[in-house]
């Protein structure tokens, strides 16, 4: 059996709405579920404790390299240019 449970996944081409799993045993009830070493791996990191928001380390790897470049940029202006993305491809 598996639950599923709503998971906002933030990357560098904008906001994805996903459904993360978490698998149940029916024959002894044991439980399954990503955790912060599972999602290091593939490389997100959570935003939240229970993981109802996930961002790429490409977010992070990006804004650091904007900021060197360009160290006026607010984190406002960042977000915004991560709002269009998202639009802009559809999401």
């Given amino acids: 059996m598996k639950l599923e449970k709503a998971v906002a996944m933030v990357t560098i081409n904008g906001r994805y709405d996903l459904r993360m799993l978490e698998l149940v045993c029916e024959a002894c009830d044991a439980t399954w579920t ?19 928001t996930l961002y790429g380390t490409d977010v992070f790897f990006t804004f650091e390299e904007m900021k060197m470049a360009a160290p006026c940029l607010s984190c406002q202006a960042f977000l915004k240019m991560l709002d269009q993305r998202t639009v802009h491809f559809g999401r």
Avoid: E, K, Q, R
């Avoid at 290091?40 to 935003?47: F, R």
């Fill in 34 to 52: 990503s955790g912060v070493h599972d999602l290091n791996l593939i490389d997100y990191w959570p935003a939240t404790l229970h993981f109802s």
